[in-house]
């Protein structure tokens, strides 16, 4: 496993705020009552990642197929529809994930699609996430990962369909600063891509490597209790237009000290 040192410069590593420690203590507290490692749903995952400053589309959970109609309405189309559960970690290919909704019958449809669905996988169905479409951009990932030796390591790289096939990711430590986390970045090959390539504009790898940073500070607070994180797809959009998480899985685990 190679992994990207700090990098030059100080640790970008300040202390953590009142509300994430309030939030860090409160699933510190729902760990240590596991007795193996458990996955939040992607609201939970995303309440966890979004106190750390990375940025998520606008979002609404729904209750019922009513409520995520005026969901769609406040937040403005197209949208997407997502089921909330944590009895299915890859929602979209169990088809609970519907995209490209342009209007109330539309979400209405898929809204009940979406139920039927989870009623018939035997999923426990805790709401209809509906969140505001977002497109454009280079689709990366970032992560956390436990190496059996080394514990907790962050990683980004080449994301969406794209990981699985070329595994173009690169590691640091969760202390890593933004400056580290570019550092980390350009050693993969998605590099090229970001930089702008055969006419595309260059994409915003200083949110991407600060959002890098920010995931490492998240594994360094939870600390033993944290299995996992998966962001993936991590749309990277033009220079000065951000990098936005579309989706967050985090799996935690029964501290080592409990």
Not at 75 to 88: H, S
Not at 125 to 135: F, K, R, T, W
Not at 137 to 144: A, K, Q, R, Y
Not at 202 to 217: F, I, K, N, T
Request: net charge negative; aromatic share 4%.
């Amino acid at each position: 496993l190679g992994v990207q040192p700090l990098g030059d410069g100080p640790v970008d590593c300040p202390q953590k705020s009142p509300e994430q420690k309030a939030l860090v203590d409160r699933w510190q507290n729902f760990a240590r009552d596991l007795k193996e490692p458990a996955a939040l749903t992607e609201v939970q995952a995303k309440e966890i990642v979004a106190a750390y400053g990375i940025t998520l589309p606008v979002e609404q959970v729904a209750g019922n197929v009513e409520e995520a109609v005026n969901a769609a309405a406040a937040i403005g189309y197209p949208v997407v529809l997502k089921a909330v559960t944590r009895d299915i970690t890859h929602k979209s290919d169990a088809g609970l994930v519907i995209t490209g909704l342009s209007g109330p019958e539309a979400v209405r449809d898929a809204a009940g699609l979406v139920i039927l669905r989870c009623q018939e996988a035997g999923a426990r169905l805790d709401g209809i996430l509906v969140a505001q479409h977002v497109a454009g951009g280079t689709e990366m990932v970032l992560g956390i990962q436990r190496d059996p030796e080394m514990g907790p390591v962050v990683m980004a790289g080449m994301g969406g369909v794209w990981l699985e096939i070329f595994k173009d990711v690169a590691f640091a430590m969760p202390g890593v600063h933004a400056a580290g986390a570019l550092k980390a970045i350009a050693e993969t090959r998605a590099w090229q891509l970001l930089q702008g390539y055969r006419g595309t504009k260059p994409a915003d790898v200083e949110a991407y490597a600060c959002a890098m940073a920010a995931l490492g500070r998240l594994a360094i607070d939870f600390g033993s209790c944290l299995e996992s994180v998966d962001l993936n797809p991590v749309l990277v959009r033009d220079a000065g237009q951000g990098a936005i998480a579309l989706d967050a899985l985090v799996v935690l685990r029964p501290p080592e000290n409990r």
